[in-house]
């Protein structure tokens, strides 16, 4: 039990985890490569290949992982399994010679690894804060990602092994007060309650919006520039698969049901701004003048092929075009009709908000928690918008992509 206990704690390395897990599965492939002499070229490539490919998922993983609202055991597959499909279209691309084989036994070895050591390593990804009891403690404790320990008075700063957490809104006592500010010259992170909740559940508290949070959502306009460049790059180079898709889902609809195949709408854009946007119709034909209303509420519209396009979000396709106009992005918030955002900013507060960026094909709010078709359930959606917004870079829109595929794969939210 004691040799187990140090194995676990050496594995809570980062440095020595990853050296061990290429060291592993290296060793592994080469037992099972069947040469026990000199490798042939085809089998060194790929080991080298696998070791490069074992690296990036180990880099990647912590990033798009590291929102308290998300179990990084959930993301390994799709990590490993994108990344090892890429560097194959390199290979394919590139015709370096490789052992398919032994690039699948390193997939499948890698996988594992990170899978069984994400589950010994659990405990020692946990956040662990320790709280002046100024706030209910227990409903940051019923998160599974962050273990919150509440201090005794009279406060010692050599308590503190992790972060401080604190409702730096409500009072504070003297001795409270001077606690926190030893601990921000100790190099110690202090963070305000409300800031965790915002982490753990993935959304802002629009309620309490406050002036400096309304300024935090100002999206980085270099980001801003970098993500039109990529998210066009992925959506020209995924043509050859989507095209195709699109081009049958067309003639299904024409064959089952008259009328056009796109469904054409207005909807509001970034800034307020109106732009058309393109589906796939997944319902027969509306009449002329007919009321705005939730998806919901047209169910009995829907026909058997938009069934199935609206659950697999083949009917989103076409929006492709609207990113590479530059009406919509890949990832932001869903763009609503004119006439639902009109009585939402009247309804909601700060709901305006949400146009600041461009809006999404998939977003934050789908992902997370699904389809909206009350004002309620709205005003929910909103608050997972504006965290969106607040949080937006890189690694998030990436941890989105994955939750889509997620979503793509069992029908999530679908309406």
């Known amino acids: 039990m004691y040799l187990v206990k140090e194995f676990k704690i050496l594995l809570n390395n980062s440095y020595f985890c990853h050296a061990l897990g290429v060291f592993i599965v290296t060793l592994t492939l080469y037992f099972c490569s069947g040469y026990t002499h000199r490798l042939p070229t085809t089998v060194i490539n790929t080991l080298w290949l696998t070791i490069g490919c074992y690296l990036l998922v180990a880099a990647i993983l912590p990033k798009i992982t590291a929102y308290l609202l998300v179990e990084r055991k959930y993301y390994i597959l799709p990590v490993v ?9 390199i290979v394919f691309m590139t015709r370096i010679e490789y052992s398919r084989s032994t690039l699948l036994h390193g997939a499948i070895l890698c996988f594992v690894w990170f899978y069984v050591t994400s589950l ?6 946990r956040l662990i804060l320790f ?3 100024n706030f209910d403690i227990s409903s940051l404790n019923q998160k ?8 005794k008075a009279p406060y010692d700063i050599a308590n503190i092994k992790g972060g401080l957490v604190v409702d730096l809104h409500r009072n504070l006592s003297p001795e409270a007060e001077k606690f926190i500010a030893d601990c921000s010259l100790n190099n110690i992170a202090v963070f305000h309650a409300e800031s965790i909740r915002e982490m753990l559940e993935g959304k802002v508290q629009t309620k309490h919006l406050m002036e400096n949070a309304i300024g935090s959502l100002q999206p980085n306009p270099l980001y801003m520039t970098f993500k039109r460049i990529w998210e066009s790059l992925i ?15 067309a003639i299904l609809i024409k064959l089952e049901n008259p009328g056009p195949a796109m469904f054409i709408q207005e909807r509001v854009g970034q800034g307020g701004k109106l732009f058309r946007i393109y589906k796939f119709r997944s319902m027969t ?19 058997k092929v938009g069934k199935f396009i609206r659950k697999f979000r083949i009917d989103e396709l076409p929006q492709f075009f609207n990113v590479l106009k530059g009406d919509m992005a890949l990832i932001g918030p869903r763009p609503e009709q004119d006439s639902f955002v009109k009585q ?37 959606k909103l608050a997972h918008d504006l965290y969106y917004i607040k949080n937006l870079s890189f690694w998030l829109d990436i941890n989105i992509v994955f939750k889509t595929i997620r979503t793509m794969l069992t029908g999530f939210g679908a309406k």
């Open 81 to 89: 399994v994108s990344i090892f499909t890429l560097t194959m279209i």
């Open 120 to 125: 010994l390593r659990q405990e020692s990804q």
């Open 131 to 133: 709280a002046i009891p």
């Open 144 to 151: 599974g990602r962050v273990r919150v320990i509440e201090l």
């Open 235 to 249: 959506i020209i180079t995924t043509f050859p698969t989507t095209l195709p898709i699109m081009a049958i889902t």
């Open 285 to 303: 034909t509306k009449e002329a003048g007919a009321e705005d209303k939730f998806a919901t509420a047209e169910q009995a519209r829907v026909t």
């Open 344 to 380: 939402f900013e009247q309804q909601i507060p700060f709901y305006g908000y949400r146009h600041m960026v461009k809006p999404g094909i998939t977003g934050w709010a789908q992902v997370v928690q699904g389809y909206a078709d009350d004002t309620e359930s709205t005003s929910e």
